[in-house]
């Protein structure tokens, strides 16, 4: 299969943490809807949003409200939990994004087990394809996890960045090189097994020119950085800087 170059790189906009603040003190406050318009009309190519098992930043009325009001494509981020299957078909969103989930963890810490859940998974995912979204899996760069998410017929890997910009903002730069070259590869080797490729987690403006620079990468998903950006500079000048950034390193 050849690479399509001249793709566009597209920019997801994650904006739970949008919710997080708001979640704070309860209330309307600041509302993760408008923040989703305004990435919107500041260029995102999509919105993500990750509703969690214990809601503690989307909610089920900020899905029903995204699901309203976006002209750019949802990417509903669930667990692979029959709750989140039932939801994601009512709304049929563009895509479902499956991440694993742990209660007490801070944020999705690790990929998706799919070698190990092959079965489990390729039974829940059918029913989400087959109503028409697009199924990606959020797993580490390890080949087994790839073949297993292509044997199971999902249409997209999103490959987890974040040990790779972990690494880098902890400042042991050489070992978050040896993660990057894992990102390459691992890239190359699932588009080469037909899946769209996409990359996601712990991407700042320092980190994101290497992984947009590879030719199989079709998107980014970006959250809790540029909503922190937008805090110092807004949340369009913080997402046209990250824009920027991407189109320099695709040229
Ligand atoms: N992609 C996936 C699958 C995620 O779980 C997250 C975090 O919710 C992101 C992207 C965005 O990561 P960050 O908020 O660190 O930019």
Redesign the pocket.
């Known amino acids: 299969m050849s690479v399509n170059f001249a793709g566009k790189l597209r920019l997801?906009v994650?904006i739970?943490?949008v919710a997080t603040v708001r979640n704070a003190r309860g209330g309307e406050y600041p509302d993760p809807v408008r923040a989703a318009k305004l990435a919107e009309e500041a260029g995102a190519d999509g919105i993500?949003a990750?509703l969690r098992e214990d809601r503690r930043h989307i909610t089920d009325p900020d899905i029903d409200r995204l699901m309203d009001v976006l002209d750019v494509p949802l990417n509903f981020?669930m667990a692979a939990t029959e709750e989140m299957q039932t939801i994601a078909l009512r709304h049929k969103p563009h895509a479902v994004?499956i991440?694993p989930e742990k209660r007490e963890e801070k944020?999705?810490e690790g990929g998706l087990e799919v070698a190990r859940e092959e079965n489990r998974l390729a039974h829940f995912i059918a029913p989400i394809r087959d109503a028409g979204c697009r199924v990606s899996l959020?797993v580490a760069s390890e080949q087994r996890q790839i073949e297993a998410a292509a044997r199971i017929g999902a249409n997209i890997v999103?490959l987890?960045a974040?040990p790779y910009?972990d690494l880098f903002s902890e400042g042991k730069f050489d070992e978050s090189q040896g993660e990057l070259e894992r990102l390459r590869e691992m890239s190359a080797y699932a588009h080469s097994l037909g899946l769209e490729v996409?990359a996601?987690?712990?991407?700042t403006y320092e980190t994101v020119q290497p992984v947009a620079a590879f030719p199989e990468v079709l998107e980014l998903?970006?959250?809790?950085?540029?909503?922190g950006e937008a805090i110092f500079r807004g949340l369009t000048p913080a997402i046209h800087e990250m824009r920027r950034l991407m189109n320099e390193a695709r040229a």
């Open positions: 997801g994650n739970d943490h993500t990750h981020e994004c991440v944020t999705t959020f999103e987890h974040g910009c996409h996601g987690h712990g991407f998903n970006i959250g809790h950085f540029l909503i």
